[in-house]
């Protein structure tokens, strides 16, 4: 009765079990894997929110790439990052995840394939199979610091590819993506008409000083057509609020062919609230003060995880340029799934294994940097204090 492009099997696995029953018995643990800002203490001013009731949301006028001062603000936004985009290459979408699927019913027919990055994001899975797109990964390798395979790339690359998606910086890796190996890149995909899709929610997030200056940005492209996608969740810390957006870059014939097909898929849905778009350029600007939070949390996070790490052998923090994220390697003692499974039950710590982002091997724990600065460094102990026995006992 139902579509094969959800997953057969909806089982729980073995930590979500473990993390019902935890919250069932009212059992109390620190969360080293939210991701959610608006449960992570940052301080909102109480009259953020206001200009979604400014009276011009009244008036229905829609407008199928969004209206053009919202995308003018989204515009301004990318010049302060050091990015030029014309307004007029701006669509806005209700989030990153709703730009994925315009994007992919842009690009792709069923049974067509996307290139992503290993490890990352686990959602690729389910937004790819939901278009019907065929996911392919290509792999980061990390030696001191990430980066792409390319060989990996060549070898994922077939006449059906349409797109090669990167996310910069990357999740859970912190990685950015260069500015050469974009290019290298843009020369791979360029003469075969495939696009590049660059997930960049997480750029206002520098952990390491000068990566993000270091990074490619994809809208500023000329040589292939590339779409950044950007949004509130993360850049203002508002994933609530329901407003993200594509950039579009390359040469500008096939740039204004994809905007005029892209337009047409966004006006089938009008999926953009009017009081978003009207309160676009308010909430870009007083999110600021979020955004300061945020990114002063996971500077100090990383720190903490860092020092704290050192003073146990057995376990390293990999290099992380950027993002909300960091990944820590452990002793290979168990399968990440029970060593996941005990640190919750054991010592009352959430985190996520290495093999939910398809990490090529184990061991690799990844840890938000949201959580408030004491609650982190409790959490990282417990974590560690765990390794320290594994290790004795070992
Ligand atoms: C890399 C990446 N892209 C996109 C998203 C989702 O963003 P949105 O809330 O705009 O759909 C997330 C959420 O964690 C993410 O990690």
Sequence with gaps: MFSSRLPPNLAPNRLADALRSCRAQGQPFIDLTV??????GFHYPPDLLAPLAHARGLRYEPSAAGSIDARKAVARDYLRQGVAVPAERVVLTASTSDAYSM??????DAGDEVLVPR?????????????????RPYDLDVHGSWSIDFSSVERALTPRTRAVLVVSPNNPTGSFVSGPELDRLAAMCAPQGIAIIAD??????????GASRRAGRAAARRDVLSFALGGLSKSVGLPQVKLGWIAAGGPDALVDAALERLE???DTYLAVSTPVQTAAAELLDRGAAVRSQIAARVAANYRELSLQSARTPSCSVLRSEGGWYAVMQVPSLEPEEDLAVGLLTNERVLTHPGYFFDF????????????????????????LRRFAYSATRA
């Excluded at 991701?35 to 992570?40: I, K, L, V």
């Excluded at 994007?103 to 792709?108: E, G, N, S, V, Y």
């Excluded at 490890?119 to 996911?135: K, Q, W």
């Design 35 to 40: 991701s959610n800002p608006t449960r992570a």
């Design 103 to 108: 994007l992919f019913k842009l690009l792709a």
């Design 119 to 135: 490890p990352s994001y686990p959602l690729f899975d389910h937004l790819t199979r939901l278009d019907l797109v065929v996911p």
């Design 200 to 209: 960049e929610v997480f750029a206002d997030y520098e952990i390491e000083p």
């Design 264 to 266: 047409l898929v966004c």
């Design 360 to 383: 090529p091997r184990e061991s690799f724990l990844v840890l938000s940097l949201l959580p408030p600065e004491a609650s982190f460094s409790d959490g990282i102990k417990r974590v």
